[in-house]
C-alpha cells in the first residue's frame, strides 16, 4: 500500500494517517472517513508530486463535506418530528438517541458549562435556550441549534420550523404574515451569505449580503450574535457579523468551512438575559 499510493513523498507521519484511512475503507466503506472517489483523487495528488498543504486541505474538505451530510440527516430527523405538544425535552431526548446511533458526540453539551446538546428557542426567544419542560403550541417557532463532532471535526447548525398540527403551512402563512416573511427573509439572507462565501471575497462581503436581504424584507439584524468558522474547533475565526461593519475583514481562502448565522427579529433587535446565563 505504501508504494502504490506513494505515502512516502509526503512524510511519515500524514503517511501513517492515510494509510489508515486505506486500511480502514478497505474494512468497512459504509462508516470510513474517505470515500473510494477521495481516495483515488488523494493518490493522485501524490502520485503528481502535490505539497503537503495541498495534499491536508483536499483530506479536511472531504471530511468537512461528510461531516455536513451526517448532520444534516440528524437536523432533517428533528426537524420532522417537531409538533404541537411536545416539550423541549422531548426534541433533546430525540437528538440525544440521534447522536448516538449515529457514533457522533454532542459538541455542545458541557462546553462552556452548558447542560444540554441541544439549545431550543421558542417564538421571541434568540439563542442559547435550554430545553425544558415547556410544551410547544401550534403555530409556535421552534429554532433549533445544535452541533456533533465527527472524526474530530465539530459542525454547527441551526433550523427553525413551525409546529403545525392539522393546519398546512400554507394555509398557517397566509393568516401569519408577518412570521412567514420572518422565516423567508431570513432563509434567504442565509443564501445570499452562502452566495458570497467564495475564494476571492472576503469575509465583510457575507455580512453586507445577509444585512442587505434582511433590510429589504423590513426586518432587523440582532446584531450582537454572530457566525463564525467551524471545523478543528467549535468557535474559531473569523466572526461573520450579519451586518456590515465598515470593514473587509479577513480574505476568503479555499478549504475554509463557516457557520453563516443570520439571526432576525421582526422588532427590536436587542438582547435581554434570561437569567441563566446562558
Request: charged share 25%.
Given at each position: 500500500l505504501m508504494k502504490n499510493y506513494k505515502l512516502e513523498l509526503i512524510g511519515e507521519d500524514i503517511a501513517t494517517c492515510l494509510l489508515s484511512e486505506i486500511i480502514q475503507k478497505t474494512k468497512n466503506f459504509k462508516t470510513a472517513n474517505l470515500t473510494p472517489r477521495t481516495l483515488l483523487t488523494t493518490s493522485r495528488?501524490?502520485?503528481?508530486?502535490a505539497r503537503r498543504e495541498e495534499i491536508i486541505n483536499h483530506l479536511y474538505r472531504s471530511r468537512s463535506i461528510s461531516s455536513l451530510k451526517l448532520w444534516g440527516k440528524i437536523l432533517n430527523n428533528l426537524k420532522k418530528s417537531i409538533r404541537p405538544g411536545m416539550t423541549t425535552n422531548d426534541i433533546e431526548k430525540l437528538a440525544n438517541e440521534l447522536i448516538s446511533f449515529y457514533g457522533v458526540k454532542p459538541a455542545f453539551l458541557n462546553y462552556?458549562?452548558?447542560p444540554s446538546s441541544l439549545c431550543i428557542s421558542i417564538n421571541e426567544e434568540a439563542v442559547h435556550c435550554l430545553p425544558s419542560e415547556r410544551r410547544i403550541n401550534n403555530g409556535d417557532l421552534v429554532s433549533v441549534d445544535a452541533g456533533i463532532i465527527f472524526k474530530n471535526f465539530y459542525l454547527d447548525a441551526a433550523i427553525t420550523v413551525v409546529a403545525l398540527g392539522e393546519i398546512d403551512y400554507k394555509?398557517?402563512?397566509?393568516i401569519n404574515h408577518d412570521k412567514d416573511n420572518l422565516l423567508k427573509a431570513t432563509r434567504k439572507a442565509l443564501e445570499n451569505g452562502i452566495l458570497e462565501a467564495r475564494p476571492g471575497n472576503t469575509i465583510g462581503d457575507i455580512s453586507k449580503a445577509v444585512e442587505a436581504t434582511v433590510k429589504d424584507a423590513g426586518l432587523f439584524v440582532v446584531?450582537?450574535?454572530?457566525?463564525?468558522?467551524?471545523?478543528?474547533?467549535?468557535?474559531?475565526?473569523?466572526q461573520i457579523y450579519n451586518f456590515s461593519s465598515g470593514e473587509k475583514g479577513a480574505k476568503i481562502k479555499e478549504g475554509m468551512v463557516f457557520a453563516i448565522e443570520p439571526i432576525v427579529s421582526l422588532g427590536n433587535w436587542r438582547l435581554k438575559n434570561s437569567g441563566d446565563n446562558f
Open positions: 495528488l501524490i502520485s503528481l508530486g462552556g458549562g452548558y394555509a398557517w402563512a397566509k446584531r450582537e450574535l454572530t457566525g463564525h468558522g467551524v471545523g478543528r474547533d467549535l468557535h474559531e475565526e473569523p
